[in-house]
């Protein structure tokens, strides 16, 4: 078995370092930055995974500099000097025990309400003043954004982006995925706009490809920039805008030539086809149409999706035989792990000594260590 996980434990340039191997901390909501600022207690966490043999680990999402942009208890913010002092702390951490380590930067749009941090006064933005779909026929309907708005929201993601460069990250990544703000852009259903950010498929992408281009701008050639993206939503786990090779690759493309390096392809359970045409899943057609590097998400390791997680379910270690077949195949480049990180820090070292009896499992008590 240790041979057969060799290919996970081939190293990969990633921008001006490379990593030791293939596997990524996938990104997970904490919550457990009061006032917005990573502490000491953050550093110590991500620093454990590095330790444990992940190679480049993805932050949880990591809110950019404007009124609207988070929607949780707690979490980190990417602007402000507190806060940055309490990233470079993180970085140095995670450099220190030989990972490399991106931000998840991250603007929740419509599904904020009235009454969350950081300041209760404050309401959703969106591309429409449609209600998010997690919120139902509750809640109060977003405020749709101008075109005064989306710059100032562009421009937050750029100086996001110099930001984390200034204090050492190795790249960034952003959130395009899961119907938060980019990705409420780019659903026919939170986007209801008849201007030039709405209505056919290629102007709803502006938003994001705009997006992009200003973080390419503002960081460089050199600097990487991951774009994480799903066909899942909350609120519609069943979404599916495309819904052929065709329609992704009309989808892909701009984003690519816009500057993304990396795409993250988030999907509940790696192993499914994306399409009908092959066994490819969402990372591999991805790859194949961009030639860009690709990362796959979903279940890797355990034997249940992350929604059991929500209803108080545990999860057991998984084999990695067809994960590894795939990733002989060159289907994607890199892994994304999520809970079988939370579960257990040492997973990665475990997996590449074979020592996979040792592996912990999951549980739902374990989100209290997020």
Same mark, same amino acid.
């Given at each position: 078995?240790?041979?057969?996980?060799?290919?996970?434990?081939?190293?990969?340039?990633?921008?001006?370092?490379?990593?030791?191997?293939?596997?990524?901390?996938?990104?997970?909501?904490?919550?457990?930055?009061?006032?917005?600022?990573?502490?000491?207690?953050?550093?110590?966490?991500?620093?454990?995974?590095?330790?444990?043999?992940?190679? *480049?680990?993805? %932050?949880? &999402?990591?809110?950019?500099?404007? $009124?609207?942009?988070? @929607?949780?208890?707690?979490?980190?913010? +990417?602007?402000?000097?507190?806060?940055?002092?309490?990233?470079?702390?993180?970085?140095?951490?995670?450099?220190?025990?030989?990972?490399?380590?991106?931000?998840?930067?991250?603007?929740?749009?419509?599904?904020?309400?009235?009454?969350?941090?950081?300041?209760?006064?404050?309401?959703?933005?969106?591309?429409?003043?449609? *209600?998010?779909? %997690?919120? &139902?026929?509750?809640?109060?309907? $977003?405020?749709?954004? @101008?075109?005064?708005?989306?710059?100032? +929201?562009?421009?937050?993601?750029?100086?996001?982006?110099?930001?984390?460069?200034?204090?050492?990250?190795?790249?960034?990544?952003?959130?395009?995925?899961?119907?938060?703000?980019?990705?409420?852009?780019?659903?026919?259903?939170?986007?209801?706009?008849?201007?030039?950010?709405?209505?056919?498929?290629?102007?709803?992408?502006?938003?994001? %490809?705009?997006?992009?281009?200003?973080?390419?701008?503002?960081?460089?050639?050199?600097?990487?920039?991951?774009?994480?993206?799903?066909?899942?939503?909350?609120?519609?786990?069943?979404?599916?805008?495309?819904?052929?090779?065709?329609?992704?690759?009309?989808?892909?493309?701009?984003?690519?030539?816009?500057?993304?390096?990396?795409?993250?392809?988030?999907?509940?359970?790696?192993?499914?086809?994306?399409?009908?045409?092959?066994?490819?899943?969402?990372?591999?057609?991805?790859?194949?149409?961009?030639?860009?590097?690709?990362?796959?998400?979903?279940?890797?390791?355990?034997?249940?999706?992350?929604?059991?997680?929500?209803?108080?379910?545990?999860?057991?270690?998984?084999?990695?035989?067809?994960?590894?077949?795939?990733?002989?195949?060159?289907?994607?480049?890199?892994?994304?792990?999520?809970?079988?990180?939370?579960?257990?820090?040492?997973?990665?070292?475990?997996?590449?000594?074979?020592?996979?009896?040792?592996?912990?499992?999951?549980?739902?008590?374990?989100?209290?260590?997020?």
């Amino acid at each position: 078995m240790k041979t057969q996980t060799e290919t996970l434990f081939r190293p990969f340039p990633f921008g001006s370092t490379t990593l030791w191997n293939r596997i990524v901390m996938a990104p997970m909501t904490r919550s457990q930055s009061p006032g917005g600022i990573p502490t000491a207690e953050v550093a110590s966490y991500y620093r454990k995974r590095a330790e444990g043999g992940v190679a *480049l680990i993805i %932050t949880e &999402g990591t809110v950019v500099d404007h $009124p609207g942009s988070n @929607g949780y208890p707690s979490v980190p913010r +990417i602007y402000g000097d507190d806060a940055l002092t309490g990233w470079r702390q993180v970085v140095e951490a995670v450099h220190g025990a030989g990972g490399a380590i991106i931000p998840q930067l991250w603007h929740v749009g419509s599904v904020r309400q009235p009454g969350m941090e950081p300041d209760p006064s404050v309401g959703g933005f969106g591309p429409s003043a449609v *209600l998010h779909p %997690t919120h &139902g026929e509750e809640g109060t309907p $977003p405020t749709a954004l @101008g075109e005064r708005d989306i710059t100032a +929201i562009v421009d937050a993601f750029a100086s996001a982006a110099t930001k984390a460069q200034s204090v050492g990250f190795d790249g960034v990544e952003i959130h395009g995925a899961h119907g938060y703000l980019v990705d409420q852009f780019l659903w026919e259903k939170t986007n209801l706009r008849t201007d030039h950010y709405g209505g056919s498929a290629d102007n709803r992408l502006r938003f994001a %490809t705009e997006l992009v281009s200003a973080v390419r701008a503002a960081v460089g050639s050199d600097f990487p920039i991951v774009f994480r993206f799903s066909q899942w939503k909350m609120g519609d786990y069943r979404a599916k805008p495309a819904r052929d090779p065709q329609a992704l690759e009309a989808f892909l493309t701009p984003l690519a030539e816009a500057g993304v390096d990396v795409f993250h392809a988030s999907t509940r359970k790696y192993w499914k086809p994306e399409f009908k045409e092959s066994n490819l899943n969402l990372a591999g057609w991805t790859r194949k149409i961009t030639g860009r590097p690709t990362i796959t998400v979903g279940s890797v390791g355990l034997d249940s999706d992350f929604l059991s997680a929500f209803m108080g379910k545990g999860a057991g270690p998984e084999g990695l035989e067809n994960l590894i077949e795939r990733m002989e195949r060159d289907e994607f480049d890199l892994v994304a792990v999520g809970r079988a990180l939370i579960a257990d820090p040492q997973w990665p070292i475990k997996v590449q000594t074979g020592h996979f009896e040792d592996i912990e499992p999951f549980n739902p008590e374990a989100l209290a260590t997020l």
